[in-house]
């Protein structure tokens, strides 16, 4: 059976990827060098109007696009949140930004609810997935 496949903007058909060890690389892929080459089910979680909505929507669209909330879900599955932005800082750091960005990236999160890592996910991440609440 033909792996099911996805047309991406100005980007010919990309598969979606089932099997554990090419998510892995595409994850590590796209969090380090920003690289999409492969569809994740994750991906269809993003909410194009629901982020629209925030005016970080730049820098949070492009962290969920290159996975850092799929990272940070990963790292917290494994471990105990510390109430600090360890694991954030840790991504941030592996997407091979630079200190001044990182620390701009970390102010977003806390003006948009994201005091720690938890608060990253259920506050930010939030505010880019599932569909539209009406407040």
Do not use: W
């Not at 047309?7 to 010919?12: F, L, M, T």
């Not at 105990?80 to 750091?93: E, G, K, M, N």
């Amino acid at each position: 059976m033909p792996e099911k496949t996805f047309q991406e903007e100005g980007q010919a058909e990309l598969p979606l990827l089932k099997d554990k060890k090419l998510i892995k690389e595409e994850v590590n892929r796209r969090l380090v060098h920003g690289i999409k080459q492969g569809h994740l089910e994750y991906d269809a979680l993003y909410n194009h109007e629901k982020s629209s909505l925030n005016k970080d929507a730049e820098i949070l669209s492009m962290l969920f696009q290159r996975l850092f909330f799929y990272r940070l879900n990963e790292k917290l599955a494994a471990f105990h949140c510390d109430h600090t932005y360890r694991f954030s800082r840790q991504i941030l750091t592996q997407m091979q930004l630079n200190r001044g960005k990182i620390n701009d990236i970390l102010e977003i999160f806390q003006k948009n609810g994201g005091v720690c890592d938890c608060e990253v996910l259920y506050n930010v991440e939030s505010r880019l997935i599932g569909k539209d609440s009406q407040v």
